[in-house]
């Protein structure tokens, strides 16, 4: 009889996160003009191994690399490479920064577009995240980031966007999302 692992459970967890934003992003597609790609798989730089990339968004005042973090606990982030996580048992655990994570991602997408993509950390409503630092939201807090681009002056042209939407959904995975650790 096989039992899940850990590891199984955080991928699935995971998985959960990023369909959950996906449903998200769907319904606010109706109010913000943007495109969306998710699941890229890009390499970091030639002959190098691959990264692999929740989302990217489109829109014609930023590009924005997202990281996903379905996570239901407490997180003290710090501009720092570690974060501490407060499970529910009281237990305090370091987690890699996920923002430093993406770091490797946005570099990964300049790498193959020529294009430089905003570092965004989003984490499940059920997280609550003490010291916000750099782009590190919860997924409620993302209209907000698309009405206030909303007020900004554009940079992209429509046809600009749909290019690089075009490049970008050239690395799109159809299988379920793989772990990653980068």
């Given at each position: 009889e096989y039992k899940m692992?850990?590891?199984?459970?955080?991928?699935?967890?995971?998985?959960?996160?990023?369909?959950?934003?996906?449903n998200y992003l769907n319904a606010l597609q109706e109010a913000y003009d943007f495109k969306y790609i998710d699941n890229l798989n890009v390499y970091k730089s030639y002959g190098s191994s691959s990264t692999q990339i929740d989302f990217?968004?489109?829109?014609?005042?930023?590009?924005?690399?997202?990281?996903?973090k379905n996570w239901s606990?407490?997180?003290?982030?710090?501009?720092e490479p570690y974060w501490t996580l407060?499970?529910?048992?009281?237990?305090k655990v370091l987690v890699t920064n996920p923002y430093y994570q993406n770091i490797t991602h946005c570099?990964?997408?300049q790498y193959c577009t020529g294009y430089v993509f905003e570092n965004y950390v989003l984490?499940?409503?059920?997280c609550i995240i003490r010291n916000k630092v750099n782009k590190t939201l919860n997924f409620s807090d993302f209209p907000s980031i698309l009405h206030d681009l909303n007020k900004m002056k554009l940079i992209y042209s429509n046809k600009e966007i749909g290019k690089l939407?075009?490049?970008?959904?050239?690395?799109?995975?159809?299988?379920l999302t793989i772990p990653h650790i980068d």
């Open positions: 692992s850990s590891l199984d459970n955080a991928v699935i967890k995971g998985i959960e996160g990023e369909l959950l934003f996906k990217c968004i489109l829109t014609r005042q930023q590009l924005m690399c997202i990281e996903i606990n407490t997180v003290y982030a710090k501009d407060l499970k529910d048992n009281m237990e570099k990964a997408l984490f499940s409503d059920e939407y075009d490049t970008l959904v050239r690395f799109k995975s159809e299988f």
